[in-house]
């Protein structure tokens, strides 16, 4: 699902997770990367799971109540429209797209890297079934806004919007 670099954050996570005790929660990592050569500790809450072949991703998310996005910046934020093609609540940092994409309080929950302290707060208040119906609510919105058939809608509405916009003579040739 993800690739371990900075851009990621999974350090912040990692470090943070460390820190704090949540006897309810653990965290399971698939991906792999960057981290591979790091002297990051993975505490008892912690469990790689290395790199998941895209074939059988769904039959992963079917079996987490949510999905973290840590990240420091992210242009698009691919991972959090998965989890929500999949009914799966979304964590995110309010970074790059991620808050446009994802509803705080709606379709998941969105924090601030700046201050763990809202994550903490997240963490400790977290409830499977509010975490079910944000995925719920999530899956809406991938519909309604990010299916393959909406997307390439909104990418041909714009090709058309700039094109338009532009005074040159066009010739197709088929």
């Not at 998941?52 to 910046?73: C, G, L, Q, T």
């Not at 601030?112 to 994550?119: A, V």
């Amino acid at each position: 699902m993800c690739r371990f670099d900075e851009q990621k954050g999974l350090d912040i996570l990692v470090n943070f997770i460390n820190n704090n005790v949540f006897n309810n929660i653990n965290l399971y990592l698939i991906g792999d990367g960057v981290l591979n050569s790091s002297n990051i500790t993975l505490n008892n809450n912690i469990i790689p799971l290395g790199w998941v072949n895209n074939d059988i991703i769904d039959s992963y998310y079917e079996i987490f109540d949510a999905v973290i996005v840590p990240s420091r910046w992210e242009g698009f934020g691919l991972v959090a429209i998965e989890a929500m093609r999949n009914k799966k609540a979304v964590i995110a940092s309010r970074r790059g797209a991620l808050p446009e994409i994802v509803t705080d309080k709606v379709t998941g929950y969105l924090f601030d890297l700046n201050d763990l302290n809202q994550l903490k707060n997240l963490f400790v208040n977290l409830d499977k079934e509010k975490l079910k119906v944000l995925g719920e609510n999530g899956y809406k919105k991938f519909i309604e806004q990010f299916s393959s058939k909406k997307m390439n809608k909104r990418i041909i509405k714009e090709y058309i919007r700039l094109l338009s916009s532009k005074k040159e003579i066009r010739i197709v040739c088929c």
